[in-house]
C-alpha cells in the first residue's frame, strides 16, 4: 500500500475550545489509485487532506500515524516533514487559481521554488517545460505573470508545479471549482494523466461535486462530520451505496433530461451537528431516515462487503 492512515486525529484551537475537524479516520490507497473525498462542507474533507503535507500550523494532531511507503510520516514535526513537502507529499491547494505569487513571472517562480528545495533548476526546467504541453500549455507561460492567465491555465500550472518532483501522494483540493464545465474536464483529465505517466503514485481528489469523482476516481470516500462514513470503488458507491448519507448525497443530484419545474430536488433536512461538542453515537442519527435505537452507540467503521467499508448499524 502507498498510503496507510489510521485512527488519525486533528483537532483546531478556539477560544471555545477544540474543534474536532478530523475525529478518527483510517484507511489505505494503493499505488497507481485516486481516491476521491466528499462530504459536505465542514466535514473535514479538506482538514484530512491538509493534515496528510502539515501544512496548517493551527492544526493539533491528537492521536493516529500516517505511513507512506512504508515510513510514518512525522506529522506533528513541522521541521521534520519539510524534507517531505513536494516530494514524497505534495498538495495543490484550495483556491489554487490564487496561489502563485502575483509579482513573479511563472518561469521566476518556478525557478525560487526549486532552489529553496535545493535543486538546481536547470536539471528540471526541460521536464516542466514537457509537462506543461502534456496540460495543453505553451511554454510562453514561462514569461507571464500570473495574472495574464485564465483560471483553468493557472490551476493546470499549479498541478504540474506541485508534480514536478514526482511526490508519492498527491492531495488535489477542489480543483475544478469555479471553473467552466470543459475546463474543469480538462484539469480532471490531467489528473489522471498524471497518474497514469507515473508523475504520482497516489492522489486523493477532494471536491463537492460527485460527478467529477465518477470520471476520474477509481474509489470514494464519503465524510460527515469529521468522520468517514463509507468507502469503496467508485461504482459501488454510485450503484449500491450502503450508508443513508450517501444515498441521500446521491438522490440530491440533478438528473439529465428531468425537469424540476415538474420534480423537486431533495435535499437532507436539517444540519450536522457542532464539532465542538459532537454527540454521542451516530453523528448523522438526527437527519437520518432509518434512525432506531441502537444509533445512540457509534456504529464502527467496518468492512460490509470485499472493498466496501461504512459505519451504520444498517449498513
Not at 510514518?72 to 513536494?86: E, G, K, V, W
Not at 493557472?154 to 483540493?173: C, E, G, H, N, Y
Not at 480543483?175 to 508523475?199: M, N, P, Y
Not at 465518477?214 to 463509507?230: F, H, L, N, R, W
Amino acid at each position: 500500500m502507498s498510503v496507510q492512515v489510521k485512527d488519525l486525529k486533528v483537532y483546531y484551537r478556539t477560544l471555545r475550545g477544540d474543534v474536532r475537524a478530523l475525529d478518527g479516520a483510517s484507511f489505505t490507497i494503493a499505488d497507481g489509485e485516486i481516491m476521491g473525498l466528499a462530504g459536505e462542507s465542514g466535514c473535514g474533507k479538506s482538514t484530512l487532506g491538509r493534515s496528510l503535507i502539515a501544512i496548517d500550523g493551527r492544526m493539533r494532531y491528537v492521536g493516529g500515524s500516517v505511513s507512506l511507503d512504508g515510513a510514518a510520516l512525522p506529522l506533528d514535526d513541522q521541521a521534520a516533514m519539510a524534507r517531505h513537502r513536494f516530494t514524497a507529499v505534495s498538495l495543490v491547494p484550495q483556491y489554487a487559481m490564487s496561489a502563485m505569487n502575483p509579482t513573479r513571472k511563472i518561469g521566476k517562480l518556478v525557478t525560487d521554488l526549486l532552489r529553496s528545495r535545493g535543486i538546481a533548476p536547470d536539471t528540471v526546467l526541460g521536464e516542466f517545460r514537457r509537462r506543461l504541453e502534456l496540460v495543453g500549455l505553451s511554454t510562453d507561460v514561462l514569461a507571464r505573470y500570473p495574472i495574464e492567465l485564465s483560471g483553468g491555465m493557472k490551476q493546470r500550472v499549479v498541478m504540474v508545479i506541485s508534480t514536478l518532483l514526482d511526490p508519492s501522494l498527491l492531495v488535489a483540493d477542489e480543483i475544478t471549482s469555479a471553473l467552466d464545465v470543459s475546463t474543469q474536464k480538462a484539469v480532471a483529465e490531467a489528473v489522471v494523466e498524471f497518474r497514469d505517466r507515473g508523475f504520482v503514485a497516489s492522489t486523493i481528489v477532494i471536491t463537492h461535486d460527485l460527478s467529477i469523482l465518477v470520471q476520474m476516481a477509481d474509489s470514494i470516500m464519503i465524510m460527515y462530520a469529521g468522520k468517514p462514513v463509507e468507502r469503496a470503488s467508485t461504482d459501488a458507491v454510485v450503484s449500491s451505496s450502503r450508508h443513508p448519507y450517501t444515498r441521500l448525497l446521491l438522490s440530491s443530484l440533478p438528473e439529465v433530461g428531468v425537469r424540476y419545474e415538474e420534480h423537486r430536488l431533495s435535499g437532507i433536512a436539517g444540519r450536522p451537528p457542532s464539532l465542538l461538542n459532537p454527540p454521542p453515537g451516530c453523528r448523522f442519527r438526527d437527519r437520518c431516515p432509518l434512525a432506531f435505537a441502537k444509533c445512540a452507540e457509534e456504529p464502527p467503521f467496518v468492512e460490509v462487503a470485499p472493498g466496501h467499508s461504512a459505519a451504520c448499524w444498517k449498513a
